[in-house]
């Protein structure tokens, strides 16, 4: 299952630790906050996943696929509502 959070702030990225350390991929959307809050959060995410093994893929400005290790990999064009993005 592929878990799609959209944090309100910094505080929230909680969340996307649990649902990555627990093996779900991540959709990690952060269009409403503020490039600087935004920037926290992918910094936090790089920490993620530099410490635990995985991958960050970048699918829009705003938008980001994070995946835990040891999971088959998924291509934003499997994503039903990205696939658009994929080309």
Sequence with gaps: MIKTLS???YNEVVHVGHF????DPVIMDLTL???D???QLVDFCA???CGRGGEMERLDKKL???QPPARPQ???AHI???AHLAG
């Design 74 to 76: 998924i291509a934003a």
């Design 20 to 23: 990555f350390r627990k093996g």
């Design 47 to 49: 920490g993620l996943i």
């Design 7 to 9: 944090p309100k702030d």
């Design 37 to 39: 809050v935004a920037r």
């Design 33 to 35: 906050l503020p490039d």
């Design 80 to 82: 039903p509502d990205l």
């Design 64 to 66: 980001f696929l994070l």
